[in-house]
């Protein structure tokens, strides 16, 4: 939502949301050793864990900064894509048609010319969050 609004993090929000692919988590060690340990911390001091609301995994600067990054496993499921166990019953946490995401396309953020994004990241946001959610910050 960032990335479409200003191509940068959301002022107010303390967290960025990550996809991942379910079956790529093995090719990130810091991931698939989280499989096998609940929570670490680097020796830079970044905190892994794996989140206490559900089968996500999120990233904290440190053990005291909680500002943070989810890492959201998605699983596809035909033409479906789906986040995974957890539904928190808000509409983002929804499935989604696969067509929304792929292929992906391409925005610049936080100073990375070419973060992965949905295809359409209006469409996508909108049938997440709602019509208009990149002009409004507030939705329904």
């Known amino acids: 939502l960032g990335a479409a609004r200003n191509g940068d993090l959301i ?48 990233v904290q600067y440190s053990a005291y ?14 033409d479906t894509i789906a986040k995974g166990p957890w539904n928190t019953g808000h509409k983002q946490d929804t499935a989604f048609p696969a067509s929304l995401l792929e292929p992906l396309g391409h925005l610049p953020f936080a100073g990375w010319p070419n973060a992965s994004v949905p295809q359409d990241p209006r469409k996508f946001l909108e049938f997440k969050f709602g ?3 990149i002009e409004h910050p507030l939705y329904t």
């Open 11 to 58: 002022p107010w929000d303390y967290d960025v949301d990550v996809g991942i692919r379910a079956e790529d988590i093995d090719k990130c060690p810091e991931l698939d050793r989280l499989g096998r340990e609940p929570r670490y911390v680097t020796q830079a001091g970044f905190l892994w864990e794996r989140a206490t609301e559900g089968g996500f995994f999120r």
């Open 131 to 133: 019509v208009g959610v």
């Open 65 to 78: 900064n909680h500002l943070h990054v989810d890492i959201f496993p998605f699983h596809a499921d035909g």
